[in-house]
């Protein structure tokens, strides 16, 4: 059950205002707990705000990581309900270019399928009268249904619906420490950036939200969470080359895809792992390999105008020595109950996932903090519309 008449409800503190902490955010104000979130820098500034803007059909997922791929698929459908208005409901094309390509054609359109990925053959022909300017020598594609995003606003939203709702959302506020005694977290210490005051903040669970930086806040707890940041490289070219979202047809790889964003055409990515998520470099090289094979999906990248290049951190979830370039694991999501795994009550981490299936994975952590709180209610964010983002900053 919920708090007693006449008491306090439970307060949960959320460490971290990407997308997956306003989502968080917004499924417990909804199951009546009191909410404080707090994030270092403005929100959504990290991981949340630079991604390509897909919501993923789940089919670049669908050869591999199945779990991922339905994941996607599923939420793809739920964030259209619940955020009218938010994508570009423009589709995706997997396009073969070439004869390797074809070889993973088969196993592709079975996988989708599986998953329950809606997926569309097309001939050469049909892809062309859909893109034209798509590489001529093209030998066939699969329609998906892929739509754009913008990267920050979607995620906005949640944040707009749990302030509407009574969350305390904090940008600037940075947590230096966590409250731990005898094994138990109890809240943290926080320096707020714009004022330089440095309190604490009490809560019955801390939540730790932090995407790539995970890791990080856990040991401050005395836990280890096990995370592999893994950055990649993007392109924002000048000119919008395709009204699709276009993506090879091949087991992930660099500059297999290229969204479309306004004006802009967004090509990605590169991978590779780093120690440390600050480590955002983009590399002349990575630079150069985005506009190479860019270019084999629609030849006009190779001429086209670079506005910006940049790259993003990845939380994906293994330890260090499970991957080199971080396209071996899995992109699914996952939470830890730190009393369960390590001992430590009152802390929780969700971690993992992408833009796309940051609603379940609030869920999923929903559920859980619900559970160790003995807090009885149902999540309703799988059909509850969200607020305009900009009520997000409103007074």
């Known amino acids: 059950m919920t708090s007693a008449p006449g008491t306090r409800p439970f307060h949960v503190l959320i460490v971290g205002g990407g997308g997956t902490g306003g989502a968080l955010a917004h499924d417990l104000t909804l199951r009546g707990l009191h909410v404080t979130l707090v994030e270092r820098g403005e929100f959504t500034s990290g991981t949340t705000g630079r991604h390509h803007g897909l919501l993923h059909s789940g089919a670049r997922y669908a050869v591999g990581d199945a779990e991922s791929a339905i994941e996607c698929i599923e939420e793809n459908t739920i964030l259209r309900r619940i955020c009218p208005g938010t994508f570009e409901e423009n589709g995706g094309l997997?396009?073969?270019i070439t004869?390797?390509?074809m070889e993973y054609y088969d196993e592709f359109v079975k996988a989708c399928a599986d998953c329950g990925i809606p997926a569309q053959e097309l001939t050469r022909e049909q892809a062309l009268a859909f893109e034209p300017n798509l590489n001529p020598s093209?030998?066939?594609?699969?329609r998906v249904p892929d739509a754009t995003m913008d990267a920050m606003r979607m995620p906005l939203r949640f944040f707009a619906t749990a302030k509407r709702n009574g969350a305390d959302l904090r940008n600037y506020v940075e947590v230096l420490d966590l409250v731990v005694n005898n094994r138990v977290v109890s809240g943290a210490v926080v320096r707020d950036h714009v004022t330089g005051k440095v309190a604490e903040i009490s809560a019955d669970v801390v939540v730790n939200?932090?995407?790539?930086?995970?890791?990080?806040v856990a040991a401050m707890a005395g836990v280890d969470v096990p995370i592999r940041p893994s950055p990649g490289v993007m392109l924002a070219l000048r000119g919008r080359l395709c009204n699709m979202v276009v993506n090879r047809m091949h087991r992930s790889g660099d500059g297999d895809i290229i969204v479309p964003q306004r004006a802009l055409s967004i090509i990605g990515t590169s991978s590779w792992t780093v120690d440390d998520p600050e480590e955002l470099d983009v590399p002349e090289d990575h630079v150069q390999r985005m506009y190479e094979e860019g270019a084999k999906l629609i030849p006009d990248v190779a001429r086209a105008e670079l506005r910006s290049a940049w790259s993003a951190a990845r939380p994906l979830?293994?330890?260090?020595?499970d991957a080199d370039t971080g396209r071996e694991l899995s992109r699914t999501f996952k939470?830890?109950?730190?009393?369960e795994t390590d001992g430590v009550e009152g802390f929780v981490t969700i971690t993992g996932g992408k833009a796309t299936t940051l609603r379940g994975m609030a869920e999923l952590c929903a559920d859980i903090v619900c559970r160790k709180l003995g807090v009885e209610a149902e999540c309703r964010t799988r059909e509850t519309e969200l607020a305009p983002h900009s009520e997000a900053y409103a007074a």
């Open 94 to 96: 997997f396009v073969a």
């Open 99 to 101: 004869d390797e390509d």
């Open 138 to 142: 093209l030998k066939a594609a699969v």
């Open 209 to 216: 939200a932090t995407g790539p930086w995970s890791e990080k």
């Open 317 to 321: 979830i293994g330890s260090r020595g």
């Open 335 to 339: 939470t830890y109950d730190h009393a």
